[in-house]
């Protein structure tokens, strides 16, 4: 068995992660932020997915964000569950991309994978401490099929066997800033240049949009992204 562990509700109003580890008993789980989840909040102080490596002596994610890097040290595979306030359909994030995490990623049976460049990243995010990490994005939060959803990934990475090779590759290379009112494109259906974006604004260029009208993002209408060969 691959030596994986799952981590969950980082953001405390992603509840559903919880549910999926334990439904399942393949691989250990770390529940992230439970103060932040008992009270149905993205946070307590600060955004844990933005406050590692930590601080033992810091505030509530920074103290969470060390403990959470001690408790994944001995595996090599990290799977960081999230959900989002927008209608998406399954897919992987990485940082630091190399084969590895592309492998990783077809084992889990993934058909998306997307790649946040360092410039867009804040290299402070569990996946950046991960030796292997995907963080997985599913919504929106009260969907009732996430849940089976990443119990096939999982189910998946434990057979070992489960290759997709028609795995779809995207790296973000620009954000998409407006108003995010009456929003008229959708998430991985191609936006092409001049296209409406919104009643107001039009697309400069051709783009793959990705989380388009995430709740957490402000001001921000989606990441724009771009389809690469793997």
């Known amino acids: 068995m691959e030596n994986l562990i799952l981590v969950c509700c980082l953001h405390g109003n992603e509840r559903y992660g919880l549910e999926v580890c334990k439904s399942q008993s393949l691989f250990p789980f770390v529940l992230a932020n439970k103060k932040a989840l008992k009270e149905n909040k993205r946070f307590i102080d600060t955004d844990l997915n933005r406050s590692f490596p930590g601080k033992f002596n810091g ?41 590895e995490k592309i492998e990783f990623a077809k084992k889990l049976g993934l058909k998306r994978l997307i790649i946040m460049p360092e410039s867009f990243a804040s290299g402070k995010s569990l996946i950046d401490f991960a030796d292997c990490g995907i963080s997985i994005e599913v919504g929106p939060h009260e969907r009732k099929e996430n849940v089976q959803e990443v119990l096939e990934l999982i189910k998946n990475f434990g057979e070992s066997k489960n290759y997709n090779e028609n795995l779809e590759l995207f790296e973000v290379f620009d ?20 296209q409406k974006i919104n009643e107001n604004q039009a697309a400069e260029f051709k783009f793959t949009p990705i989380l388009v009208g995430e709740s957490a993002y402000t001001g921000i209408i989606c990441l724009a992204g771009r389809k690469l060969s793997c």
């Open 59 to 99: 505030n509530h994610e920074e103290k969470r964000a060390a403990e959470i890097l001690s408790e994944i040290k001995n595996s090599k595979y990290v799977l960081d569950l999230h959900s989002s306030s927008n209608n998406c359909p399954i897919f992987g994030i990485i940082t630091k991309p190399n084969n």
């Open 175 to 194: 954000i998409i800033k407006g108003k995010t009112n009456n929003i008229l494109i959708n998430n991985f259906q191609e936006v092409k240049k001049a």
